[in-house]
Structure formats: C-alpha cells, structure tokens
C-alpha cells in the first residue's frame, strides 16, 4: 500500500469513529486512560437520558493510542468546554450533525475555572463558605499547568488539584 492510500485509509476510518454517532459531540484525541476522569468530572455526561460510547486505547497516527469520547445530542457550554480542557488540553471537539463533522477544534486551556475543581486547602474559605465556589486562575510555567486558588491564593500544580478532586491525570 502506498502512502497516499494508507493515509486516506486512516483517514476513512478516523471518520467512521467520528461519525458514528448521528448527533452530539466527540472528543477526540484524549490521552489514553484520562477518558474515565472526564467522564467522572462531567456528571452530567452520565444523566441516564445521554446515549454515550467510550473509546479506550485505540489506535491513533499521531499520539500512539487515544481515548474516544462520542455523546449522542449533546454541545458543551462554553464554561464545560474549558473544565475539559484541563482535564485534556489536547484533545479535540467534534461537533456532529445528521452524522457530519460540522465543527471541530483544538482545546486550549482556559486562564480560569469556575466551579470545576474543589481547592486542595483544607483550611481554604470554600470549604467553609458554601457561597463560594472555587475557582482557580490558570498558569503555565515551565510546561507544568499551575492553578491558583482566588480565595487562599495557594498555587497547585493541576496534578494535585486533580488527585484531590479524585481523578488522575496521565497525559505530560
Ligand atoms: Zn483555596
């Protein structure tokens, strides 16, 4: 096989994942094994009433293997797309109609999140004050994502602040 053909048969099958689902969205191009974390972080992808289909591990041209995340009438708000991108910055979000990509972009990290991660402080005002949802200013230093608490204006590295929120990241 040429390269030609083995690239539009990459292709091709690229587009029978992504388009398997008639409605919704896909995130495609997850690190392998962040998919569950996503999932846990985003209740609401698991309403009873949301028809999902989970991708582990497969096989990916440019990253080796990915997760795939395909949620049948469902878009993301503006604020869920950001949470996401710190869970995985790499990613990628397809937007499918009547089974065609209609949209589809790169994540990027958001410079805040609010609501998203509870803060690893114990003795933090949010965890005291139930008017006070956490939110956290975004920074990257030296390739590390650093979030920094409003409130008690702490500085984690994401690693804890998604550890204490009860996911694993596995992407770096
Ligand atoms: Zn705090």
Request: net charge negative.
């Amino acid at each position: 096989m040429s390269d030609k053909q083995q690239q539009e048969n990459e292709i091709s099958k690229e587009k029978l994942l992504v388009e398997a689902i008639s409605n919704g969205t896909v995130i495609d191009h997850i690190a392998p094994g962040m998919a569950m974390n996503i999932l846990r972080l985003f209740n609401f992808l698991g309403n009873k009433n949301n028809h999902i289909t989970v991708g582990f591990n497969l096989r990916s041209g440019t990253q080796g293997a990915k997760d795939i995340i395909k949620i049948a009438d469902v878009t993301f708000s503006p604020n869920q797309t950001q949470q996401l991108a710190i869970l995985a910055p790499n990613a990628t979000i397809n937007l499918i109609s009547n089974y065609k990509v209609v949209d589809k972009y790169p994540l990027r990290l958001p410079a805040e999140t609010i609501g998203a991660f509870d803060c690893p402080n114990s003795n933090c005002i949010t965890h005291v004050e139930k008017g006070a949802t956490p939110r956290f200013k975004i920074v990257v230093e030296d390739n590390e994502i650093l979030m920094r608490c409003h409130y008690c204006e702490r500085v984690f590295n994401r690693e804890i602040v998604l550890e204490y929120n009860g996911m694993k990241s596995l992407e770096d």
